[in-house]
């Protein structure tokens, strides 16, 4: 491990330590993983995980979320949210994320309140700051530390330090909100975000580890890594049939392959 990854752990426990207490909001994934992880080592149980439970997150997101509190002995603290009962959040504009983490966050503040806690975390890191985030407004105008990306801790460097750490989740895929596969614009609902979720789990159950179904209307556009294209074109027929007995009227293979954040292409030129 180079010395610079080190010297930015160390930073990042004197972060935790300095708050005493604090909630962290966990997802399972391989940042919040990471840094609930560092909480929990350095501030014992003293560091509280709070889980969002919605209909943006897939079901198996949550199991290995509560799986990891449970193996870790982390006291986990859930949260029943109704995303698409926030006013503007189904209209999909531009700056949903914003919206939906203004609301979800102010309900993890208030719930940490409740129990005594003054430092609410989220899991957001270096890399980060490369993509048009619009939640990351909700993040800094709420006062929520994001220990990661103060210790300048990039993406790679986490999947490092857990591996190190054996933590499974090291080489986990990354997974954003089901929300983000919808074309800015178009209407989200209930049944279109359990569309999505099955299609995906489909992909997942097919072998496939890294990938994105997104929706443009009816039709579902699905992203994976180039060296998974000889997979995908094995199982076009298979995947087709899957999808479109699931609701799509059209499947197609994106020719540029997964990347994050493509729904953000048609408008984000690099200024934000």
Same mark, same amino acid.
């Given at each position: 491990?180079?010395?610079?990854?080190?010297?930015?752990?160390?930073?990042?426990?004197?972060?935790?330590?300095?708050?005493?207490?604090?909630?962290?909001?966990?997802?399972?994934?391989?940042?919040?993983?990471?840094?609930?992880?560092?909480?929990?080592?350095?501030?014992?149980?003293?560091?509280?995980?709070?889980?969002?439970?919605?209909?943006?997150?897939?079901?198996?997101?949550?199991?290995?979320?509560?799986?990891?509190?449970?193996?870790?002995?982390?006291? +986990?603290?859930?949260?029943?949210?109704?995303?698409?009962?926030?006013?503007?959040?189904?209209?999909?504009? %531009?700056?949903?994320?914003?919206?939906?983490?203004?609301?979800?966050? %102010?309900?993890?503040?208030?719930?940490?309140?409740?129990?005594?806690?003054?430092?609410?975390?989220?899991?957001?890191?270096?890399?980060?700051?490369?993509?048009?985030?619009?939640?990351?407004?909700?993040?800094?105008?709420?006062?929520?530390?994001?220990?990661?990306?103060?210790?300048?801790?990039?993406?790679?460097?986490?999947?490092?330090?857990?591996?190190?750490?054996?933590?499974?989740?090291?080489?986990?895929?990354?997974?954003?909100?089901?929300?983000?596969?919808?074309?800015?614009?178009?209407?989200?609902?209930?049944?279109?975000?359990?569309?999505?979720?099955?299609?995906? +789990?489909?992909?997942?159950?097919?072998?496939?580890?890294?990938?994105?179904?997104?929706?443009?209307?009816?039709?579902?556009?699905?992203?994976?890594?180039?060296?998974?294209?000889?997979?995908?074109?094995?199982?076009?027929?298979?995947?087709?049939?899957?999808?479109?007995?699931?609701?799509?009227?059209?499947?197609?293979?994106?020719?540029?392959?997964?990347?994050?954040?493509?729904?953000?292409?048609?408008?984000?030129?690099?200024?934000?």
């Amino acid at each position: 491990m180079e010395n610079l990854t080190t010297e930015k752990l160390e930073k990042l426990k004197e972060s935790l330590q300095n708050m005493q207490k604090t909630a962290v909001a966990f997802s399972g994934g391989v940042d919040s993983t990471f840094l609930l992880k560092v909480a929990h080592d350095v501030l014992g149980d003293n560091a509280v995980a709070v889980t969002v439970r919605s209909c943006l997150v897939p079901r198996r997101e949550l199991a290995e979320a509560e799986n990891f509190c449970k193996s870790n002995g982390i006291r +986990q603290l859930l949260i029943d949210a109704k995303p698409l009962e926030i006013p503007g959040f189904d209209e999909n504009p %531009q700056d949903r994320c914003y919206i939906c983490k203004r609301s979800i966050f %102010q309900q993890i503040v208030e719930l940490a309140a409740r129990h005594g806690i003054a430092h609410v975390c989220e899991g957001s890191n270096a890399d980060d700051t490369k993509d048009y985030r619009p939640g990351m407004k909700a993040v800094s105008e709420l006062g929520i530390k994001s220990p990661l990306r103060e210790a300048a801790l990039a993406k790679a460097e986490i999947r490092e330090l857990s591996k190190a750490m054996k933590l499974e989740t090291w080489n986990k895929p990354s997974f954003a909100c089901l929300a983000s596969r919808f074309v800015y614009g178009e209407k989200i609902d209930e049944a279109s975000l359990k569309m999505v979720e099955a299609a995906e +789990q489909f992909l997942l159950d097919s072998g496939f580890t890294q990938m994105r179904v997104r929706v443009h209307g009816k039709m579902a556009r699905i992203e994976v890594p180039p060296q998974d294209f000889p997979l995908m074109l094995e199982n076009a027929a298979k995947i087709n049939g899957a999808l479109k007995g699931l609701g799509f009227s059209y499947v197609t293979m994106d020719l540029q392959g997964y990347r994050t954040g493509s729904m953000n292409e048609a408008f984000y030129k690099g200024n934000f």
